[in-house]
C-alpha cells in the first residue's frame, strides 16, 4: 500500500458526461500528480500540483482540469467525455515536487474510466 | 525530449533465476533520477527503486538491482531469485533535473514467472 488513496477504483459514464476522479496523498506529501494510462498512448503526465499551485502541465486536454485543496487533496475534473477517454488515471504524490530528481513519485490503485 | 526505451515487450523466467530487464534513456540533461515501478494485473503502480545520475554505486533494493551504465545511457533492472509474484508489468521512468517534474515511462515489460 502505497498511501496514496483514490476513488472511486472503477467508474463507467456516457459520452457527453462530467465525472470527477478523487485523490488524497500520502501523509506529508506536498505535490500531487496525475497520469492517463491507455492502450494507446501508454502512461502519459497530465498535471502537478504543489502546495495548492499548478507547477507542471503536460499533455491534458482542455476539457480536463483539476485542483488541490488547502487539506492537499486534489481532484481531476473531466468533462465532455468521450470513448477516446477511457483509460486508467493514476494519481501520485511526493514529498516535495520542485524539479528535485530524487523526489520519488508514490501512486494510487489507479480508478479505471470507461465512458461508452 | 527526454524518452525511454524497453525494447523487450514480454520475457519469460524460470522461478528463482535471475532476470534482466532492458531499459535505455536519452537525455541532454546531466542531472536525472531513474526509476522503475511494477505493475500488477491488479493495476496498481509499484515504486521498486531509484537511481540518481551521479550515484557512483549501483542501486539495490532487496532482490532489485540496478545495472546503471551512464556512457551507454541505459538503466536496466535485474530481479534476483524471481518469484511467481514477480509476474507483472514493469516500467522503466525518467525525471529530468530540466524536465519538470513529470515522470516519462517506457512501454514497458511484461514478465511471466514460470515454474
Known amino acids: 500500500d502505497s498511501g496514496v488513496t483514490q476513488t472511486p477504483k472503477h467508474l463507467i459514464t456516457a459520452t457527453g458526461q462530467r465525472v470527477t476522479l478523487r485523490c488524497s496523498p500520502r501523509?506529508?506529501?506536498?505535490?500531487v500528480y496525475w497520469y492517463q494510462q491507455s492502450l494507446d498512448q501508454g502512461l502519459q503526465f497530465l498535471i502537478q500540483y504543489y502546495n495548492g499551485e499548478e507547477r507542471a502541465k503536460g499533455n491534458i486536454l482542455e476539457r480536463f482540469s483539476a485542483q488541490q485543496f488547502p487539506d492537499l487533496h486534489s481532484e481531476l475534473n473531466l468533462s465532455s467525455l468521450e470513448l477516446g477517454d477511457s483509460a486508467l488515471y493514476f494519481c501520485?504524490?511526493?514529498?516535495?515536487?520542485?524539479?528535485?530528481?530524487?523526489?520519488?513519485?508514490?501512486f494510487g490503485p489507479g480508478t479505471r474510466l470507461t465512458v461508452l | 525530449a527526454q524518452k525511454i526505451t524497453q525494447t523487450q515487450p514480454g520475457m519469460f523466467v524460470q522461478e528463482k533465476e535471475a532476470v534482466t530487464l532492458d531499459c535505455t534513456y536519452d537525455t541532454s540533461d546531466q542531472s536525472y533520477g531513474l526509476f522503475w515501478y511494477k505493475q500488477p494485473s491488479s493495476g496498481e503502480m509499484i515504486f521498486l527503486i531509484y537511481?540518481?545520475?551521479?550515484?557512483?554505486q549501483n542501486a539495490t533494493e532487496g532482490r532489485y538491482s540496478l545495472n546503471f551504465q551512464k556512457a551507454r545511457k541505459s538503466a536496466n533492472l535485474v530481479i534476483s531469485a524471481s518469484q511467481l509474484g514477480d509476474s507483472a508489468m514493469y516500467f522503466c521512468a525518467m525525471r529530468p533535473e530540466g524536465g519538470g517534474n513529470k515522470l516519462t515511462f517506457g512501454t514497458g515489460t511484461q514478465l511471466k514467472v514460470e515454474l
Open positions: 537511481q540518481g545520475s551521479y550515484d557512483e
Open positions: 501520485a504524490s511526493s514529498r516535495r515536487g520542485a524539479g528535485e530528481v530524487t523526489d520519488t513519485q508514490y
Open positions: 501523509s506529508g506529501d506536498l505535490s
